[in-house]
């Protein structure tokens, strides 16, 4: 069990360019998280898988943002035409089937700066 | 939808001292709450859970927390800090039956001088 790990660790890009990041999670956990955190202010969610499915998208996801877990393994998380207020610390986490009590694994972020 | 409020953005103690963070969610029904903490550098890591049972929970290094359902509140306490305890701390809710994501407050920051 290595936790959850994140690439890269630090994206610089210029205004309007399109980046991907990466998500791999813990082995055996099939639910899969993505946050966005700003200085400041606590991990806001985005989005989460369970296996492949998408379930669940939160409003700050614009149609910019796209997130995809194509063999229920990693994700990618895709913003198109990068903007400076997407810069933030994106969060990945993991966690088990969901039962009561199930806690969430975070990775050591990517921190997407936009010039 | 839930939220989460904590009170203290920034708490500055000297070792030794208590500790006491305060988290309010806002949900009606059963809910899951968690204090995760996250050291300069370091990534988030659980520091303690509530689910059901015994309303005061204890976690790692320490930390405890008690739930108090009539006031929708989860404060974290340490009896006495160290300057390790220097991070800042996030309390989140979930809904307990959905299994919907964690919600975090924005958390508090913690600086302990020695």
């Known amino acids: 069990d290595t936790g959850v790990s994140q690439n890269p660790r630090h994206k610089i890009t210029k205004r309007g360019q399109n980046v991907t990041f990466r998500c791999d999670p813990i082995?055996?956990?099939?639910?899969l998280y993505w946050y966005r955190q700003t200085l400041g202010q606590g991990p806001e969610f985005l989005t989460y898988?369970?296996?492949?499915?998408?379930?669940?998208k939160s409003r700050l996801l614009s149609d910019r943002f796209s997130a995809e877990r194509p063999k229920g393994s990693f994700s990618t998380l895709e913003i198109q035409r990068t903007e400076q207020g997407d810069s933030a610390m994106y969060l990945c986490?993991?966690?088990?089937?969901?039962?009561?009590?199930?806690?969430?694994?975070f990775g050591q972020g990517t921190r997407l700066t936009v010039v | 939808a839930q939220s989460v409020s904590q009170h203290n953005h920034h708490v500055i103690l000297s070792e030794a001292a208590s500790l006491e963070l305060g988290c309010n969610y806002s949900?009606?029904?059963?809910?899951?709450l968690f204090w995760y903490v996250q050291y300069p550098g370091q990534h988030l890591q659980l520091l303690l859970k509530?689910?059901?049972?015994?309303?005061l929970v204890k976690g790692i290094k320490g930390f405890e927390a008690e739930f108090i359902k009539s006031k929708f509140s989860f404060n974290l306490r340490k009896p006495s800090v160290q300057w390790s305890d220097t991070a800042e701390y996030f309390c989140?809710?979930?809904?307990?039956?959905?299994?919907?994501?964690?919600?975090f407050g924005k958390g508090t920051t913690l600086s302990v001088s020695s």
């Open positions: 986490a993991s966690s088990r089937e969901f039962q009561i009590g199930t806690e969430a694994f």
């Open positions: 082995s055996e956990h099939n639910r």
């Open positions: 898988f369970q296996n492949e499915a998408q379930l669940e």
């Open positions: 949900y009606g029904g059963t809910v899951n």
């Open positions: 509530y689910f059901s049972g015994d309303p």
């Open positions: 989140a809710v979930n809904a307990q039956q959905a299994g919907t994501a964690l919600i």
